[in-house]
Antibody
């Protein structure tokens, strides 16, 4: 059974950093493309980043140069390093396998 | 203008059918894209419903009832999610999505009310 468990969400001040983790089970992150999608309170889904099976990455323009997606194949875990956070980054962050499997999400709140 | 436009809300009766549209910006041709659909019930993460490109290139998500289907209206430059035999637990937000220029692009979502 595919499982995705996100962690690392927290309250952080503007300009701060946070690292999200997505622990995967039931499949290998090295054989799938893994994405992060976020959803601000009461708003629509908003794609953030993807890491492909081969290790390549892509980012939404809004987070380029601030966020970094990576993975640890030995731990079957995907990460999202988020720097220089702003209020606009406040959202639930979902880890997604391909298009089809979603985690429960982790809440990131950026506020002073 | 948004890349994908969805009506903000739609209401339909139990047992009826609902047609949810996802209109692509005029400079983007629906014929060239796979349209993905997701359902999100209140307080839950999104769930993958289906992917539609053509009648010979489509996929229903695992465990998704066949009451859910996709299509395209080329004249309207839109993707369509059809839900037949509406049930109360179909009440949810529905999002369309395309993969374009190495990025996922989501529509603004449609809130479907079943009453």
């Amino acid at each position: 059974e595919v499982q995705l468990v996100e962690s690392g969400g927290n309250l952080v001040q503007p300009g701060g950093s946070l690292r999200l983790s997505c622990a995967a089970s039931g499949f290998s992150v090295s054989n799938n493309f893994m994405s992060w999608v976020r959803q601000a309170p009461g708003k629509a889904l908003d794609w953030v980043s993807v890491i492909y099976g081969g290790g390549g990455t892509d980012y939404a323009d809004a987070v380029k140069d601030r966020f970094t997606i990576s993975r640890d194949i030995s731990k079957n875990t995907v990460f999202l390093q988020m720097n220089n956070l702003g209020a606009e980054d406040t959202a639930v962050y979902y880890c997604v396998r391909a298009m089809s499997d979603w985690g429960q999400g982790t809440l990131v709140t950026v506020s002073s | 203008q948004a890349v994908l436009t969805q009506p903000s809300s739609l209401s339909a009766s139990p047992g009826a059918s609902a047609s949810l549209t996802c209109t692509l910006r005029s400079d983007i041709n629906v014929i060239t894209f796979h349209i993905y659909w997701f359902q999100q019930r209140p307080g839950s993460p999104p769930q993958y419903l289906l992917k539609y490109n053509s009648d010979s290139d489509k996929e229903l998500g695992s465990g998704v009832p066949s009451r859910f289907s996709g299509s395209k209206d080329a004249s309207a430059n839109a993707g369509i999610l059809l839900i037949s035999g509406l049930q109360s637990d179909d009440e949810a937000d529905y999002y369309c999505m395309i993969w374009r220029n190495s990025a996922w692009v989501f529509g603004g979502g449609t809130k479907l009310t079943v009453l």
